[in-house]
């Protein structure tokens, strides 16, 4: 079975930057799409950043200007850059893949363990 495995999180101070990976078993190319979602306490996932196999790329407004998504197929591999970071970005952050048909579009990975990012004031 596939999997999605997040790494690069930790703590960091507020306005600092980190650089979160996604490593995945299988071909991300596979995928209409790759993202990027978190979670922060007592909240649910929400979308953060979005990059299609188009190119095309969707950040969620809290983000924009900050955050940048990118993707190495050959390395099956998606990447958010995070900068100027803030203690409401505080999150277990997750990837995943999406795919859409005519019936709409769904996430195809349970769940990982996430990568936590904490923002400290």
């Known amino acids: 079975q596939e999997q999605l495995v997040e790494s690069g999180g930790g703590l960091v101070q507020a306005g600092g930057s980190l650089r979160l990976s996604c490593a995945a078993s299988?071909?991300?190319?596979?995928?209409?799409?790759m993202g990027w979602y978190r979670q922060a306490p007592g909240k649910v996932h929400e979308l953060v950043a979005l990059?299609?196999?188009?190119?095309?790329?969707k950040y969620a407004d809290s983000v924009k200007g900050r955050f940048t998504i990118s993707r190495d197929n050959a390395k099956n591999t998606v990447y958010l850059q995070m900068n100027s970071l803030e203690p409401e970005d505080t999150a277990v952050y997750y990837c995943?893949?999406?795919?859409?048909?005519?019936?709409?579009?769904?996430?195809?990975?349970?769940w990982g363990q996430g990568t936590q990012v904490t923002v400290s004031s």
């Open positions: 990059i299609s196999d188009d190119g095309s790329i």
């Open positions: 299988g071909s991300i190319s596979s995928h209409n799409a």
């Open positions: 995943n893949a999406e795919d859409c048909s005519a019936y709409g579009c769904s996430l195809m990975y349970n």
